[in-house]
């Protein structure tokens, strides 16, 4: 994959590559602040749960770059305010405070003075982008074998590079298998209301030379009725205990649908969207976005004026439905605990 998501600038601002204007354009933008950069995750610039991770500890350099030469209260004062400005960004995918936090136990694990802690908090954010662009390798090999030649495979919402800091998640058998020569079919769902998968999805697998057809949300069913899915792989922004699962608003039916059909259906994700306090699903934060996103389309009005319109980013898909779970550490099962299987 030759997509790149995000990237340093030569002054350690980070550069994104706009998701709102795909695939029209692509454009890519410097943001300068920590700020920008909550701006941009909230506004969907920047999307998917491992790269809006790296997005916010990468922000958090970006935003503490004037306070080099600082006293250490100075700086930890300022990171501390920044921290919470991130995460409060988004409120559902777990990588969001994973990132944040392990951001802020290297601060104040360093000595020193302002230049001393910048400089390490901007060697810990690169080690988080470089780890997680080889967690999503390890996620492609270990599901290879659920892509064999010749399969048929339903996505939902974007889980490829333009999610992650690699080559994603749910995608990322996909792009191995086809780099081995097999021949892979991906339907995309367009994944409404902003059209993640007809977007985004549909254009990185054309970018590599995949075949994929989009598909609207609701043909998913008669698609399984028809027997042409073999598999469906999604994506995951965070994994309970019990193996409840939240990921973009849709994949409850879809897994509902693969149940009734006997179509595999795995949930993809690295190890960090495991967020083990969370006993099940009931217990994750989902977070609403505007009425506008349901109402319009590419900004003209779908919807009367003044209507009512409830727009949940995610919901939740109970573990009962998950074949397994594919993760840089293999395919498990729940439950899952604080650490990881070996």
């Known amino acids: 994959m030759s997509v790149q998501a995000i990237s340093w600038t030569p002054s350690g601002a980070v550069r994104v590559l706009d ?13 300068e602040s920590a700020e920008a950069v909550a701006d941009a995750i909230r506004h969907l610039q920047v999307r998917g749960a491992p790269l809006i991770g790296i997005a916010a500890a990468m922000g ?8 080099r030469g600082s006293a250490r209260e100075a700086f930890l004062a300022r990171l501390a305010r920044l921290v919470d400005l991130l995460g409060a960004a988004r409120p559902t995918a ?11 136990r290297a601060a104040i694990a360093t000595p020193g003075d302002g230049s001393a802690i910048w400089e390490r908090l901007h060697a810990e954010a690169t080690a988080i982008w470089e780890e997680d662009r080889a967690m999503c390798r390890r996620i492609g090999e270990h599901g290879l074998p659920l892509v064999p030649d010749g ?49 985004l999805t549909a254009w990185e697998l ?12 609701a043909a998913a069913g008669a698609l399984m009725r028809q027997a042409k899915i073999d598999v469906v792989l999604v994506g995951v922004d965070r994994i309970c205990a019990n193996g409840d699962f939240a990921n973009k608003i849709g994949t409850y039916g879809l897994a509902v649908l693969a149940r009734h059909h006997g179509v595999p259906f ?13 006993a099940d699903g009931d217990a994750i934060p989902i977070e609403q976005r505007p009425a506008d996103e349901v109402t319009t389309l590419a ?7 003044g209507v009512a319109a409830l727009n949940y980013a995610f919901d939740v898909t109970p573990a009962r439905y998950v074949t397994a779970y594919l993760t840089d550490r293999g395919l498990l099962q729940p439950p899952f605990a604080a650490d990881p299987p070996s």
Do not use: F
């Not at 998701?19 to 943001?31: K, S, T, W």
């Not at 969001?96 to 392990?102: E, P, V």
């Not at 003209?300 to 004026?305: E, F, H, L």
């Open 94 to 104: 777990v990588n969001l405070r994973w990132a944040l936090d392990r951001m802020a």
């Open 266 to 278: 795995y949930a993809a994700g690295p190890w960090t969207s495991v967020d083990p306090a969370l």
């Open 19 to 31: 998701q709102r204007a795909l695939p029209e354009a692509q454009i890519e933008r410097d943001l």
């Open 151 to 199: 399969v048929n495979v339903l996505t939902h919402c974007n889980t490829g590079a333009l999610a992650t800091g690699g080559i994603g998640t749910a995608l990322a058998p996909i792009y191995l298998a086809h780099d081995e020569g097999r021949k892979v079919h991906v339907y995309v769902d367009e994944t409404r209301p902003v059209l993640q998968g007809a977007r």
């Open 60 to 67: 958090l350099v970006a935003g503490t770059r004037e306070l």
């Open 206 to 217: 054309m970018h590599a030379g995949i075949p994929c057809t989009v598909i609207p949300d």
């Open 299 to 305: 900004g003209r009005p779908i919807a009367p004026p």
